[in-house]
Structure formats: structure tokens, C-alpha cells
């Protein structure tokens, strides 16, 4: 089988894998993301390709802060604060499931590199053509988007109910730390790489520029509570504030935090207090 060479090399993995396909096989659910397009991209995940990508929703996302790699601040000039800091609208962006390649594996998977098909709302993040499926120890999700520039390690975000259906304790992180979180198999009909940890889900966060952070009264990393002016309303403690000039103002939930709140693609938030409650 073209690009599966390497996966025989590892006894343990070939079980999980055989035990996934088997378990896909048997019942074929696949869990369903809320009906909303989701922060940048299809919301049906196990929806056909082209459908999905014809549907693209305005609210993007892919702009995930690496740590290490693009750093927060951006040594822009300091901007003044004003005395009486506002404190929204903010808008709010779903992310559902997704994957950030490294180089190595994106060649792996697809024989060469990610193909562009729209921007994201932070600039420089696109949505590439490219679909992968994922492969945890008790369930595989299909069709799920990757996206673009690769990084220097590839990554897997997901909700907690993803998680689950996956057979994977995946912890709550900020993008780019992934030390000691689980691995998970990645294939495409060309290829298939394990990533030995990687798999997160991604913790609520304010991406936002510096002349942002200054009218807001905030700085790189502080925590803030966020009301939604949703369907249900609802207050979001320990956001995480990420502050640099390569950014665009979003507040990121993922599918759950966004079915929970009753989410729909326009509706804004605001900061209803300041520092973290230590959840």
C-alpha cells in the first residue's frame, strides 16, 4: 500500500491502527460539528470535499500562535493607553477541528506542498485543498481540514468531544504547546504518518494588535472574562489575550464552547473583567 512503509516498522501502532480501521468499519460514526460554518471552514466535516469547500464561512481562523515560532510582540512601537480602557465588541470565531502540518509530514502525506484555496481571518493563514483522516485508538474522523503555511511540527486541535470519539485524553493547551500530549495516525490516500504528540484542544484566546491591546487597557498573555451576546448568553473566564501586529482582533472558542453558547457566525463579545480566576 503506497505509503505505508514506515507504519510496519511499529508494531503498536499497526494494532491501533487495525483496531481503528475495524472499529470504522463496524459502526462508521463520525461526530457531527454544530450547523454553523466553522471559523474559516466547512462545518460537515464528513460532508464531501467540494461541498465543503463551496460553503466557506466568512469568520477564519489558522492564525494559531506557535510558541517559539512567531512570538507575541512584534516590536512595534508602544502605544498609549487610554485612561478608561473599552471593552469590546470583540468578534467571536469558531474553530473546528483541524490540522497544521510540519513540512516533512505534508510531503509524506501529499507528495508535495498544500494547495491555496481562500485566506483566513489572520493574515497569512489559508485553507488548503488538502483533507486528512484522523486515526485515534477507538474512532476515526474523516475529511477533516488542513491548514496552511506548514509549521515547524505538525498539530491536531480539536474539541473535547472530538477527543473522546477518538479514544485520546487530549489536554487543554495553548497552540503550540504540545509537550507530552497524545499522538494520534494522520492519513490521505497517499500516505500515512504518526505524530507522536501533538493532538490538543485548543484554549479559548483573544488574538488581537497592539494598537488593539492598548485600546482594550491589555497586554501579551493576560487572562480576561468574555460575555457572549449569543443565543444563550454566556461568560467566558481564562481567555487567554495574544498580542502582535501580525494578528487580526478574534476571540477563537472551539465546537463545543460554540454549541454550548449557541453561537452564530456574527455575534460579538465583550470583556466583563480582567485576570484569571484560576480555574
Not at 18 to 47: K, M, Y
Not at 65 to 83: C, F, H, I, L, T
Not at 122 to 141: C, N, T, Y
Given at each position: ?191 500515512i504518518v504518526g505524530i507522536k504528540e501533538g493532538a490538543i484542544v485548543a484554549s479559548r484566546h483573544i488574538h488581537m494588535t497592539t494598537a488593539d491591546a492598548a485600546r482594550l487597557g491589555l497586554k501579551d498573555n493576560d487572562m480576561v472574562s468574555v460575555r457572549l451576546d449569543s443565543e444563550r448568553p454566556m461568560i467566558f473566564e481564562d481567555v487567554l489575550v495574544r498580542v502582535s501586529d501580525k494578528f487580526a482582533l478574534a476571540m477563537h472558542i472551539d465546537a463545543d464552547e460554540g454549541n454550548a453558547s449557541g453561537w452564530k457566525k ?14
Amino acid at each position: 500500500v503506497i505509503g505505508f512503509r514506515w507504519f510496519y516498522t511499529e508494531p503498536h501502532l499497526t494494532a491501533l491502527y487495525q483496531r481503528a480501521v475495524t472499529r470504522h468499519a463496524d459502526d462508521t460514526a463520525v461526530s457531527s460539528q454544530p450547523a454553523e460554518d466553522l471559523h474559516g471552514f466547512p462545518s460537515c466535516i464528513g460532508a464531501d470535499v467540494t461541498a465543503q469547500q463551496g460553503r466557506g464561512a466568512e469568520n477564519a481562523h489558522g492564525g494559531e500562535e506557535q510558541a517559539g515560532e512567531d512570538g507575541a510582540q512584534n516590536g512595534s512601537a508602544p502605544v498609549e493607553a487610554p485612561a478608561r480602557p473599552e471593552n469590546g465588541p470583540i468578534p467571536i470565531e469558531l474553530s473546528a477541528r483541524h490540522v497544521h502540518l510540519s513540512e516533512k509530514d505534508c510531503l509524506a502525506l501529499f507528495g508535495g506542498p498544500l494547495t491555496f484555496v481562500r485566506e483566513l481571518s489572520q493574515p497569512g493563514q489559508f485553507l488548503a485543498k488538502e483533507r486528512v483522516r484522523l486515526i485515534g485508538p477507538k474512532g476515526v474522523m474523516d475529511n477533516v481540514a488542513v491548514l496552511g503555511p506548514t509549521r515547524s511540527s505538525s498539530q491536531v486541535e480539536l474539541s473535547k468531544t472530538d477527543a473522546r470519539i477518538l479514544g485520546i485524553d487530549a489536554p487543554v493547551r495553548q497552540s503550540g504547546d504540545v509537550a507530552g500530549s497524545p499522538g494520534l495516525l494522520l492519513a490521505s490516500d497517499k500516505g500515512i504518518v504518526g505524530i507522536k504528540e501533538g493532538a490538543i484542544v485548543a484554549s479559548r484566546h483573544i488574538h488581537m494588535t497592539t494598537a488593539d491591546a492598548a485600546r482594550l487597557g491589555l497586554k501579551d498573555n493576560d487572562m480576561v472574562s468574555v460575555r457572549l451576546d449569543s443565543e444563550r448568553p454566556m461568560i467566558f473566564e481564562d481567555v487567554l489575550v495574544r498580542v502582535s501586529d501580525k494578528f487580526a482582533l478574534a476571540m477563537h472558542i472551539d465546537a463545543d464552547e460554540g454549541n454550548a453558547s449557541g453561537w452564530k457566525k456574527g455575534v460579538d463579545g465583550v470583556i466583563v473583567a480582567r485576570g484569571s480566576h484560576g480555574h
